[in-house]
């Protein structure tokens, strides 16, 4: 789908979109609009429901005289409301009312606001930049799909008088959508494609966008010490994987990078403690945090941020076989720390104490992050709408919560006490890696704070949002990319040079 | 419960049964083991003794000839707060419980007022089970320590705080023998009669019909039981007429089979314990109370009895509440939530709270969630998640804020009714059963609600409680009262 800006006039084809603020005003465009149309739109608003109220929508069949074939009304509620969020739920509401409804072009027309803090350039970049995410389809593997069930619209054109502007601050967006559609992608691939070394292989793509990509096979991962990483492997045929990519946006090359570590499990059956059969395909998908690494580096390349950033993803794939670690075995990590697989269907955060250990060890990172769809236990704790923070840092935990927040991936502060610690102490080895059923995912975070040393650190469990069930205002049902966004805010508001 | 003196430093020269001495890390020795070192006792009792490091949890008794001596780790000087002192205490007392030692004395070089918090960690320690469930009493449990004397430099001053201490200790003893009370014993029934004794102390004691006030969701909850459920009003008046009350709320289900919708077997007769948080808001009250508190202060209980018969409430039903809203009971077992929405309703609307605070072991989900180490906090006032949180942070009741939102009300959305109770296998059920009870609470009125299905019981032993009920909530709420009344 191709998205362009363009200065405002009457469309020829395809559809309109015109907004309307809260009590039925409609916007310059609007109006005109209605003059135009002997009161059309003002006669269609007071024949049904439509108020204007945020989320709002109301679809016409545009008369003779105008061009297009369709008008799209849609309800921004107060002009105060309408923010960046609010703008990008704008465009994602366009696409999904529009997108299979059959008009090839879509034209979105985005007037300045009275009373609204964001300038019409501003409005109409994040209104792009919603309609592209929600326009977002993961169908490749559909060989029979008939042309009226696919999408019918190719182009999406963004009608305003400082296009040029807004062209200018779409395209730093449109690099992260590139990221967030990568991560999508990697996320909704079945794991018979995406396995520890074609996983690898995606992310050595990256280069093409200058990021440097290195990898490290199973003996290399050996050499170094890690048992913890290796063992969780050892039951697939696969080899796993450690990636390392760089890029060095900075100006002083040698600045202390940031680091993100994602959990890279291509797919996870529990191994020998194997998982329940219903909802196992769903376990393609262990390997989010990983494939979040992976795109906001891709996004923070194509943007061209000055940072100097790394990200590591360990990639496994977790089967059971005459190979495979066993329950009760004990395993020596990288940093020389014992483990006692207590379950091995805990594996993530097996995978994460040596990407952690190695990361920190080789980089010294100025902050370190790793994200992980780590346990169940988060799901229950904070439902799909959060996901779980977990920080030795006040400051970062702040400015992760306030990214969050900004761009609509929010997160929930958890506690990370010692108390919690004793759950995991282990009869033979130093640590065992499941702490039980009670406060899960803050023994989870515990055992992966054994493998931070003083470096500023945070871990957020995105078990619960990292797949979603239903349709979002800028996310369609299925892989949500959490974190990308989040990340990329995070590098804009603290380590970017300005 | 534990007799303890206080004393003059000189008073306990004499050498006496057992001796309790302090010692800092890196083994250094406060001032009066210094003292008693003076023929190099401590220290050879101290040599190789390389697991005691002087922390918190560090107790060694060691038999001389002259008599025990206990060497007790202080933990480092800066640390040595209210807090620190009650755990160094209740460590002492579970280590010596059952030494043969009847009679303790500690000369422990602190202040008074922390004299008074080490010996009230004591008593808090010190509680276990009624002996009265047993024939004859188990050998295994015979604790030998009944006597402490505490050397101290202002007896009465030590006297004084410790008297205020002991009033909670009291208290939370109580209010953990209401919960280890089996289900046939301490029924609704059961519950009434023994908060008959808080009349003793001036609180006013009120039993309220739900049927007759109209509390429908409480009726529906208890109907299934032979024995009726109850709302029982605990009114404290220890400040000015006109001042509105703090209003605390607890979920009283004697025993929680989980109605028509009945619960696997396995554990089932820890359920007799899910009157916790009614019971920790009339220790409170007792607390409260026994110390002349000058505040005006409501204990709301609901108590009813969860059972299946042919009379029980059935998945399904849908009940018009107190507040007017209609509920669809989905699942009988999330039972609490409706008997707290009409406490807090009628709360609400008969006694003019200034605030509410509800406990209650709510749900399954919080303990997944923060397991046994923090209860849930959900609040939508700001300022109250503060004070709580500090107040659960001195007290060593530690809370942790979850979500008060919005974001889950799809969840809790009925097809027939306004609200269903519960979102059949759906997460996060803390938070949904939080925002359930939002419904039922007047705008503007500030109100928290403490999940503390975690924390009302301790699986292992801890310094303050040993495995067992933790009377969760007493110390907090008594805080946050004491933070109001200085406030």
Known sequence: ???SFAKASQPAEGALVISVLEGRKPSP?????????????TRAMAASRFEGKKDQTLLLVAPNGLEVQRLLLVGLGKPEDVDVQAAEGWGGMVMAQLQAAGDEVVTIAVDAIEGCSLAADHLAAHVAFGARLRSYRFDKYRTKEKTEEKPSVGKVVIMLDEHSAAKRRFSVLDGI??????????????????????????AKSLADSGVDVEILGEKQMRKLGMGALLGVGQGSERESQLVVMRWMGAEDENAAPVAFVGKGVTFDSGGISIKPAANMEDMKWDMGGAAVVIGVMKALALRNAKVNAVGVVGLVENMPSGSAQRPGDVVTSMSGQTIEVINTDAEGRLVLADALWYTQDRFKPQAMIDLATLTGAIIISLGDRYAGLFANDEDLAARLMAAGKEVGELLWRMPLDDPYDKQIKSDIADMKNTGGREGGSITAA??????????????????GVTWAKKDGSVTPKGATAFGVRLLDRLVAETYEQK | MLTIRFVPAAESGKAPEALALGVAPGGQQLASARIADADGLVTRALAGRHRFKGDEDDVLP???????????????????????????GGNLFAELADSGIVRLDLSLDVSSEDAAELAYGMCLRA???????????DPDEAWSLVEVVVATPDPALAEARFSQLAAVAVASAWARDLVVAPGNELNPDGFCRQLDRLADLGVRVEQVDPRQAGLTLLQAVGQGSSIPPRLVMLRWQGGEREDGPLVFVGKGITFDSGGIDIKPWEDMEEMKGDMAGAAAVAGTIHALAARHAPV????????AENMPSGRATRPGDVVKSYAGLSVEIVDTDAEGRLALADALAFAAATCRPALMVDLATLTGAVEVSLGRHRAGLFTADDALAETLFLAGEAEDEPLWR????????EALKSSIADLRNCSWGHDPDALHAARFLQHFVPDGLPWAHLDIAGTSEAEEDGPLAAEGPTGFGIRLLVHLVEDRCQG
């Open chain 1, 29 to 41: 465009t609007a109006r005109q609009l209605d003059e135009k149309t002997d009161g059309l739109i």
């Open chain 1, 1 to 3: 789908m191709k998205i």
């Open chain 2, 127 to 137: 509680w276990r089970p009624p002996a009265r469930y047993r024939s004859k009493p």
């Open chain 2, 296 to 303: 005006n202060a409501v204990g709301v209980l609901v108590i």
């Open chain 1, 446 to 463: 515990m055992f992966l704070k054994r493998f931070v040393k003083d470096t500023k650190w945070a871990h957020l469990d995105i078990a």
């Open chain 1, 177 to 202: 959508a590139e990221g967030v559609f990568m991560t999508r992608d990697l996320a909704s691939e079945p794991a018979n494609v995406i396995y520890p070394e074609s996983l690898a292989e995606r």
């Open chain 2, 402 to 409: 979850l979500p008060l939102t919005d974001a889950y009300d």
């Open chain 2, 62 to 88: 060691v038999l001389t000839a002259s008599g025990w001596l206990v060497l007790v780790g202080m933990g480092p000087p800066e640390e040595r707060d209210a807090k620190r002192l009650r755990r160094i």
